[in-house]
């Protein structure tokens, strides 16, 4: 009898640990210094560990608990992924508005709208093994002539495994109640040292008054180095 557990053993192991999705509450700030708005969220990475060897362990059966406890670790370690979202006030409602009406023989749109949404990674290409990744957002938003209340943005991020299963869901308010204006954004990400090869998307969405209006998909590309060292790829 083999003394490893099969791979379909070693993916429903993963399955049952990324399903469960241990995750810590997430917190929500203002910066002094930059009057941004700071909000964090992420798991608590000894308990997701301990959780997934012990899943593990259960599903290895009899006789290979310890290879089924390792797995387990490995893979309770993978959804402990932090991330940090901050959000700014880049540009206020009239220039917006007045870049609005160049570009649209001086009038102002009825309902309101996205007027740009871009995103980009920090760093671009290469990312090593414990080291973070940003995800840049701009997004310019207009109220409408027709409307009451003040617009209301939010950005989600999705991570998700090389299997398709999320691992990190965040949504967070871009303008936080502010109404309309240009925002910077970004959400941080913290890939933990160790986990398996593969692809992992990742995908940014917005969200006006509830309605999903835009999204980029991105993807993270953990590779194996001669050396032992996880680097990962970073791609559109």
């Known amino acids: 009898m083999s003394n490893c557990i099969s791979v379909a053993k070693k993916t429903t192991v993963a399955s049952l640990i990324l399903a469960i999705g241990v995750g810590g509450c997430a917190t929500t700030g203002t910066d002094p210094g930059t009057g941004e708005t700071i909000s964090s969220g992420g798991c608590n990475e000894a308990l997701a560990i301990g959780l997934g060897a012990l899943i593990g362990a ?22 402990c992924v932090g991330w940090n979202y901050r959000a ?6 009239a220039e917006v508005q007045s870049a609005y009406r160049v570009a649209n023989s001086g009038e102002l749109p009825r309902d309101a709208r996205i007027v740009n949404y ?9 990312l090593r093994a414990g080291m973070p990744l940003t995800i840049n957002s701009s997004i310019d938003v207009i109220k409408g ?8 943005v939010e950005e989600e991020l999705v991570l998700l495994a090389p299997s398709g299963q999320a691992i990190t869901n965040a949504k967070k308010a871009a303008n936080e109640g502010k109404g309309e204006g240009g925002y910077q954004t970004s959400f941080t990400l913290k890939m933990p040292e160790g986990v398996p090869q593969g692809v992992y998307p990742v995908r940014t969405a917005l969200y006006l008054n ?3 209006v835009d999204s980029k998909n991105m993807s993270i590309q953990i590779v194996m180095t001669e050396t032992g060292e996880s680097v990962a790829m970073l791609g559109r």
């Open 118 to 126: 871009g995103v980009n990674l920090v760093p671009t290409s290469t």
């Open 88 to 93: 700014r006030q880049t540009k206020t409602a």
């Open 145 to 152: 002539t027709g409307d009451a209340a003040n617009p209301v």
């Open 210 to 212: 509830g309605n999903r």
């Open 58 to 79: 259960l599903a290895a059966g009899k006789g290979h608990r310890n290879v089924g406890a390792a797995v387990g670790g490995v893979a309770g370690g993978l959804i």
